[in-house]
């Protein structure tokens, strides 16, 4: 019997988190045999986001912080662990559902609370790695990659290892999962850069953050009222002296607690008197701290290919995954306000079944004029990877269908099928959120009443 030769033999992944995790599943899931499917962690485990470690407090970022290219400002006693830490913080839950953020046929326990804690996600991925065929990846831990570059029809990357060392592998294709959750976005605004110099470490990032805990009595203003402005506000408001809170609109703010006062967007920041002025010309002194929870920069400082620009999206994509004019790399889960194992499994199972040689990519033309409607739809910016309810239900299906067209469901990686009671419950999950962070201040309220420190309700 003839042996089928995959498309691409040689497969590197960037990134041991949930989404590269995926795509090793799926290629190694393929019917076919690929000489190398080697996974790069530049950490010591695996886990992604969800692996907690490193001390925070010994890294800073840039202040403001507008470039792709900023990164981030270690202390001098900072190791690995702490340059590569997550940044996921110390009271950290879901805030989706866990049978929202299911890989394929892999439950949460039974009994786990509907938005499990960082500990227990930790844990269920874990779970989720020991259902990889291992004898077919490598996973390589400590492995920070600082080069992938198309060289002679060739990817090269270069690799430091634990020890400095740096060794440049060759691959066929190479798939990057590396999140977007690395280089902070904290916005150029009047006076901000001159506070940061004056008064050090009282300008942070969400990505920062730990512990709300550690601003007891502090007056503090926290910058944005997305997923994560929410969430530190609330935490903090347990123990901070005030809470102020800085939206863009306030006729359409969404979940709001009473603990905080909501202000509109600050025009100037003035360290020497602590204050604030807002574009309403409102004005607010003694400011302690300052946490911006902006979102972040898309960044991949490893890749010379052209497709990070001001790091508002990734450039050249067809369907936010192949890179058009070279689709033998390709990218899992650069998309934002979706529910990531599930689009990791989806999209890993359409590269795997690419890269194996099973499924027929359209000609580079079409690729093209597929990225080009998208770009039209979705605009040139940051909102080009933004994928919200229904549109993500939209696109998970999407995907399925491209495999099915093809006759390539089985065999393979399976992901998730978006049936209409998974898509009800997608579309009920922002009204489940609504009523747990109502739990959460009624918590936080009784905590604050008692001067306790906060904690997670049992």
Partial sequence: MTKIQPLFNKIAIIGGGPAGLAAAKALAFEPVNFAAIDVFERRDHLGGLWYHNGDKSLIHPHVPSTSPTDGDIPDKNANAS???????????????????????????????????????VLKYIQE?????????????LNSNVTRVERVKGVWEIDVE?????VHCLEYDAVIIANGHFNTPFIPNIDGLSEWNKQLP????????????????GKRVLVIGNSASGVDISTQISTVAEKVYVSVRDLEKIGFQNDLIEYIDLIEKYDWKDRLVVTKSGYKITNIDVIIFCTGYLYSLPFLSQDVIK???????VYKQIFNVDEPSLTFVALLKNVVPMPLSESQSALIARFYSGRYELPSQKERLKSYEKDLVEKGDGSKFHVYGVPEDIEYYRHLQELIDAQGLRTPGL????????????RLMSAELKNKRLQELVEHVKKLRSEGKDFELPQ
């Fill in 82 to 120: 702490d340059m590569y830490f997550s940044a996921i913080y110390q009271y950290m839950e879901t805030n989706i559902t866990h049978w929202l953020m299911l890989y394929r046929n892999l439950p949460f326990p039974s009994g786990t609370f509907i938005y499990p804690e960082r500990q227990k």
């Fill in 414 to 425: 399976v992901a998730p099928i978006w049936d209409d009671k998974l898509a009800h419950e």
């Fill in 161 to 165: 290892g634990y020890d400095n060392t």
């Fill in 201 to 216: 470490n009282t300008i942070l990032h969400s990505k920062y953050f730990e512990s709300p805990n550690t601003f007891r």
């Fill in 128 to 140: 989720y790695i020991d259902t990889i065929p291992h004898e077919k990846v490598n996973i390589h």
């Fill in 310 to 316: 001001d790091g508002a999206h990734v450039h050249n």
